[in-house]
């Protein structure tokens, strides 16, 4: 049997505030959060994506005339440069994260994917 390795929160701290970055087994960010003012705030945050990445839909706001969904969801957005990324919605903590900017929607799609499978990670050894 091959164990695949799962990828892991990682919580930053800076000057008293803390977020946290989802990372995948091969060391790529999948998505990084807002600011929490307390460590404990932050370690919700991640319960929050945990319980909902992996069944929340899909809502693109790239294309007209675009199908509201229910939080959780991943909204799909592009920015000025053409450029896609996501923003991770809950239904507990609102807009929780967001992801890096990809040149095509499909990578963002497959970044999406791949946020769903690895949402379910452990916290990694906490340094703070």
Do not use: W
């Not at 991640?46 to 294309?63: L, M, Y």
């Not at 929607?105 to 990670?121: G, M, Q, V």
């Amino acid at each position: 049997m091959v164990v695949i390795p799962m990828g892991q929160y990682v919580v930053v701290e800076n000057e008293g505030r803390y977020c946290f970055n989802l990372c995948a087994s091969n060391g790529h960010i999948l998505m990084s959060s807002i600011i929490f003012p307390s460590k404990d705030e932050c370690l919700h945050g991640i319960e929050c994506v945990r319980k909902s990445a992996a069944g929340a839909e899909i809502e693109d706001s790239t294309i007209d005339a675009f199908d509201r969904e229910k939080s959780p969801k991943f909204r799909i957005y592009e920015d000025f440069d053409g450029h896609y990324f996501f923003r991770f919605i809950t239904e507990d903590a609102g807009d929780i994260a967001r992801s890096h900017t990809y040149e095509l929607k499909e990578s963002l799609l497959r970044r999406i994917e791949r946020t769903r499978a690895e949402a379910d990670s452990s916290l990694a050894a906490d340094e703070n």
